[in-house]
């Protein structure tokens, strides 16, 4: 927790409202079979925290009655839970849009065999990391062995159609720097994707995304470690832009925890920051239906500058 312990201070990032709710960001649970540098999460295979079937009820009870038609899953390995499939077949069946975070190493876990067959089923949006078009680099951040593993993964999601043209199975790959930076040029970054995963290894996708890593958790900590986290403060700092503020996820979008609690981002998730919603200190999932939360303050702390610096940073990649 040191990490987050600066960014909890008073900040001088503007206050921002919420707009119109449009994605449901549901946080499966803490549990996955990797543990990267970069995860604000602080995922990996020996945490415990994972949603149970009456939560899993309870958001498509709110799915039903809202009338919100984007979920968007992500963990850890959200595919770890053992409601996930169940969660996304009620999805689809009520025409929500399902988008699947996904590490790509998950779709060869011993439990996990026709995951990518139940994704191209029920045309769930693939978004998976891959921080680099290079063996070493990706090992280097994620594991040895990942990034061998992520290319056999896109192949196998590429010859159920996903990446095509006209299939509509759309994959994005997600890209996020190695170090204290930011993330360069998303639309030239993504051509040179393009070019080299073709060239190398035949494979095809729909977009890329560049994703600034949060100075918070495992990142914070790491940063911290070495003396570098005020300096990545202060980058972000510097390279705040205005015309961000009025593209930020967490306007249309409320995160959702394991325990079906209610968080303004991901981000202000792993900080503990509830979003502020009503009179209880965490509005729960089973009770947003109650709240009018247009308009309502989002909590803002300065771990925000990461979202706003720059050309912008979101889960749908720049702004």
Known sequence: ????LPLLEKTDFPA?????????????GYLCNQQ????HVNAGPKRKENMTAETVEQLIDYLKASGVKRLDLTGGAPEMNPNFKHLVTAARK????????????????????GLAQFLADNKVEVVASLPCYLKDNVDKQRGKGVFDASIEGLKQLN???????????????????QGPSLPPSQVEL?????????????????????LTNMPIQRFGSMLISKGEFDGYMQLLRDN????????????????IDWQGFVYDCDFNQMLNLPAPLGDKAKTHIKDLLNQNINGKAIVVKDHCYGCTAGQGSSCGGAL
Request: net charge positive.
């Open 240 to 255: 705040f832009s205005q015309q961000n503020l009025n593209n930020l996820m967490c306007l249309s979008l409320v995160s």
């Open 36 to 39: 990267c540098l970069h995860c």
């Open 16 to 28: 921002i409202r919420r707009g119109k709710l449009e994605t449901l960001q549901v946080n499966l």
């Open 1 to 4: 927790m040191h990490a987050t």
């Open 94 to 113: 009520l025409g929500v849009h399902v988008i699947d975070r996904c590490n790509l190493t998950i779709l060869f876990e011993s439990k996990q065999q």
């Open 190 to 210: 993504e051509n040179a994707y393009r070019e080299r995963l073709q060239q190398d290894h035949g494979i095809a996708f729909n977009h890329l995304y560049t």
């Open 159 to 177: 010859q159920l159609g996903y990446g095509k043209d006209g299939t509509g199975l759309t994959l994005v790959l997600m890209y996020n720097p």
